[in-house]
């Protein structure tokens, strides 16, 4: 099969028809852009036209390339005007047979050397495929919004789907300026399938009344750096879309524990608190500015401070509590076993301050944990025991609120708030490359890029320490009995033979 794409048609005009017709324009490409409801197309056209006149008034792009891609742009008042395009994008509804009956149609008006390409984000993409007469020339095409602006795009082959038109694809992205990722034809792809980590993790320690939400969206962008806090996220993108795909994952990978949606989204869904677009969800909303913020709490200076002794699973966490306190003139217990005044400050991983008191054999009134997996030199997460001095436990957020770094102090969980998150996330990424879903730096790239995460996922986990991943995941385990938190084949053989998470052979 002999193909040249210079001639793209996309069918449906909402905001990611527009959106690739943008890109596919402003990359010389010619395009017949379809939408079935009479005028959409003709007022998407005018948008683009806008948003490309805006586009000359910021000198993003000069005068002449913006008529240059409006003169390639064609409304099609019929489907049959798409009938000698070399490539037609599908991008509408999210129902199966909706997008099997149009490539029926699509199959009924295009020469056979004609690719056809479905947007979809959580369909089966050999399932679209089936009902068609030549399934091998239909692929996924999986662009983000704002497409402009999410420089990524999943190229996804079905069962039947022929190697060059994966090829083809992937030339064309590069020629639209998005970075390729392909991807096996499994649900959510890679990013959807990914991102589940991110939320439902964010969802589980909700419910068990660890944090609140200001904490814990707090927690995961001070300490990890995500641009948005899994609370804020879900708001932004509505309730309506995340609760469907949470479940719509959960099912297709047949009740797979790590993929269990939540109870609370199910019911804020049932009560319309869908997020910004309802004016409530996780947060409040007024004119789309989000209202109620609680700022971390503060203790200031004391007048005198326990002296601290440190437990630390690992020695540079132990050398950097010693240095932080060193710097503030904090006293340090070097006994063996702490003294019976001593604030006992334990830096663990994976286990609750009860499991960490249990193993040390500590006293649980005096003891405090402290989650180091991003350092010292971001914010920080204190977690008491059920039954630690109300006193020490004020010692040890004024002890870190000294440099002036926000502190957050949580109730009693497994892995606190980041690690088990983060843990989450990059087993999760590790378990994609293991099912050979996509290879590893299509992961990487495709979660910094679509996600904005500030590591792709199974990089991060080198970053952190393949060692301090695996075992937050081990005592999640086996302290929980949960099988969410079994480590990945991936992540474990790379860590017994001390080699890099991105290492393949």
């Known amino acids: 099969m002999s193909i040249q794409i210079a001639t793209i048609g996309i069918i449906g005009s909402g905001v990611m028809g527009t959106g690739i017709t943008q890109i596919a324009l402003q990359s010389n490409h010619q395009v017949y852009l379809y939408d079935a409801k009479d005028g959409a197309a003709q007022m998407a056209a005018e948008k683009l036209q806008a948003t490309l006149n805006k586009l000359v008034e910021k000198n993003k792009i000069t005068a002449e390339s913006a008529q240059q891609a409006l003169a390639n742009l064609v409304v099609a008042a019929r489907l049959d005007e798409l ?95 998005h970075r390729p990722v392909v991807a096996k034809d499994t649900p959510g792809f890679i990013i959807n399938h ?29 300490n990890l750096g995500f641009k948005m806090g899994p ?29 269990r949606p939540n109870v609370l989204t199910k019911q804020m869904l049932t009560a319309k608190q869908l997020g910004r677009k309802t004016g409530q969800g996780f947060y409040r909303y007024e004119a789309g500015q989000k209202l109620d913020e609680q700022p971390a709490i503060r203790v200031e200076k004391l007048a005198e401070y326990p002296a601290v002794w440190i437990a630390a699973d690992f020695e540079a966490d132990r050398q950097a ?43 649980a009134t005096r003891t405090v944990a402290i989650d180091l997996i991003n350092g010292l030199n971001v914010h920080r997460t204190l977690m008491p025991s059920l039954i630690t001095q109300e006193k020490l436990s004020q010692a040890a957020h004024s002890i870190f609120n000294l440099d002036g770094n926000s502190v957050s102090v949580i109730q009693e969980s497994v892995g606190f708030v980041a690690q088990r998150v983060i843990a989450m996330v990059i087993n999760l990424a590790c378990d994609i490359a293991q099912q050979g879903v996509a290879t590893v730096d299509d992961i990487n790239a495709a979660v910094r890029l679509g996600l904005g995460y500030s590591h792709g996922p199974i990089s991060w986990g080198d970053v952190l320490g393949p060692a301090k991943i695996l075992l937050i995941l081990e005592r999640m385990t086996q302290i929980t009995a949960d099988p969410r938190y079994r480590p990945s084949p991936w992540l474990q053989r790379r860590v017994k033979l001390n080699q890099s998470l991105t290492f393949t052979a």
Request: proline fraction near 5%; hydrophobic fraction near 35%.
């Open 231 to 259: 609370f804020e996220l879900l708001d932004l993108t509505g309730l309506d879309v995340s609760h469907p795909v949470m479940e719509s994952v959960y099912e297709q990978y047949y009740q797979e524990p790590r993929y």
């Open 321 to 363: 509590l010693t240095d932080y306190l060193n710097t503030h003139q904090i006293s340090i217990d070097t006994q063996d076993y702490p003294a019976a005044d001593s604030l006992i400050l334990v830096a663990s991983y994976g286990e609750d301050t009860s499991s960490s008191i249990q193993r040390l054999n500590l006293d």
């Open 194 to 222: 990914t991102g589940r980590a991110y939320g439902t993790e964010s969802l589980k320690i909700l419910n068990e009344n660890v944090a609140n939400i200001h904490e814990i969206d707090r927690i995961l962008k001070q």
């Open 83 to 177: 009938k000698n395009c070399d490539l037609v994008i599908e991008a509408i509804v999210e129902n199966l047979s909706v997008k099997q009956e149009l490539l029926k149609q699509l199959e009924a008006l295009v020469p056979e050397n004609t690719i056809i390409a479905s947007n979809t984000s959580s369909l089966s993409i050999t399932a679209i495929a089936s009902q068609s007469q030549h399934p091998e020339r239909i692929a996924g095409y999986h662009f983000f919004n704002p497409v402009p602006l999410m420089k990524v795009v999943e190229v996804i082959p079905g069962i039947r789907t022929q190697p060059e038109i994966v090829s083809r694809l992937v030339n064309l992205s590069y020629k639209m300026g």
